[in-house]
């Protein structure tokens, strides 16, 4: 691949997730790793690294593009920081548990684990499977458990989390509105520790490319940041035009065959 292909590659990529993200408010991190997994593999990277620099790129963005949807849901009185102060505990604890947890697996079991919780959320998105509220919201060292598991697993797949932590806090009877919005929030959290953690583990590995820190490839970064910002705001002006149960089939089966992907590979 040459460098203005992968620099635009990484530019679309930006766009897509962007566009994703706002349309259907979840992270755009389900679109990002498997992506850039592919495009890693196009440019002849290891396929010992590729995942683990795909989930640490991921993280990295979402520590960019979450400010501004924490500062939204903040204005409209949605984000529960009391709920969220005692998660972010075990989030950060979690988040770097993880970030060790996948260094230690392979990069094609790393893949493996990625492809079948893609294909979860993709199931979950066509059938409209949602947990009912069933309990109330625990007490503090409840709630930082909760974290460290929503952390935890964040930081395996390169996800802000909101496909975890949204489901959690409806299942304890917070409001919908308020379950997003304290998602959004814990999305910071996830993200810096997530990526700090492949930083860490992927430091001075002999196999990583050039302008990489880490697992935490530079470029992409760039260029995905640049893009998925503004895309965001037209996924979810997209989002008050189009029919969302349409777009939410369309894009599940799109996950679908992202980890069906996974794998054939």
């Known amino acids: 691949m040459t460098l203005i292909y992968v620099i635009a590659s990484y530019l679309a990529l ?5 566009t994703v993200a706002g349309l259907f408010g979840i992270g755009g991190g389900l679109i990002i790793v498997p992506v850039l997994i592919f495009s890693f593999g196009l ?74 919780f893609v294909t979860l959320v993709a199931v979950k998105m066509l059938f ?14 409840g709630l930082g458990v909760a974290g460290g598991g929503i952390g935890w697993a964040s930081a395996i797949f390169g996800i802000g989390g ?11 009877n917070v409001r919908m509105q308020q379950a997003v919005g304290t998602s959004a929030a814990c999305g910071l959290p996830i993200a810096i520790a997530g990526a700090l953690g492949n930083i860490w583990t992927g ?26 910002i503004f895309f965001a705001r037209i996924g979810a002006n997209l989002a008050h035009r189009l029919n969302p149960r349409v777009l939410k089939r369309i894009f599940s089966i799109m996950l679908l065959l ?6 054939l590979s």
């Open 203 to 228: 430091w001075q590995n002999p196999a990583l490319p050039e302008l990489s820190v880490g697992f935490v490839h530079l470029p992409a970064l760039i260029g995905i940041i640049l893009t998925s």
């Open 43 to 116: 440019q002849g990277i290891s396929p010992e690294i590729a995942p683990h620099l795909a989930v640490g790129t991921s993280l990295a963005t979402i520590v960019f593009t979450s400010v501004s949807s924490i500062r939204s849901h903040h204005k409209h009185g949605a984000v529960r920081w009391d709920l969220f102060m005692p998660m972010m505990v075990g989030i950060i604890v979690g988040a770097l548990i993880g970030a060790w947890t996948a260094s230690l697996m392979s990069g094609p079991a790393l893949e493996l684990v990625i492809g079948v």
């Open 14 to 18: 930006g766009a897509l997730a962007g």
């Open 128 to 141: 409209d499977v949602s947990p009912k509220p069933g309990r109330d919201v625990p007490g503090l060292a």
């Open 162 to 172: 909101g496909t975890v932590t949204v489901p959690y806090l409806s299942w304890c």
């Open 258 to 263: 992202v980890g069906l992907r996974f794998f």
